[in-house]
């Protein structure tokens, strides 16, 4: 077994990824909550929450299996400034498929919520 395979892992508060201990975190890992201080600094927030309502909302009121694309959600809640919101828009895919509701998906296949790239689709899962 790999050094790797041993070493706990955590589903990061803000960006929804897997994050490993560290050395550094050794006396807290229990209280740990965020892979980085970006993500400390940026937690999730009203906005953040507005995003993953969008998100289920678009894709309940569209037929069973329909998909949406995350820049859905972004117009959803900031018609005229949507671009800036795209990674939060992320963030918040991630952290629904955590919670076992969403699955992201690219050329119709799901994908692993922490290694995706590029153009990506959001389904209900089920």
Known sequence: MSRSADVPTKICATCG???AWRKK????????????????REKPGKLDSQLESAILDLLKSR?????????????????????PL??????????LVREGRLTITQGGKPVDPDGFRGPIRLQLRG
């Open 86 to 95: 795209m990674e939060r828009t992320r963030r918040a895919a991630r952290r």
């Open 17 to 19: 990824r897997a994050f």
């Open 25 to 40: 975190w050794e006396r807290n890992w229990d209280d740990v909550r965020y892979c980085s201080d970006q993500c400390r």
């Open 63 to 83: 037929d069973r299996g329909a998909s949406i694309c995350p820049s859905e959600a972004a117009k959803a809640v900031k018609p005229d400034d949507w671009k």
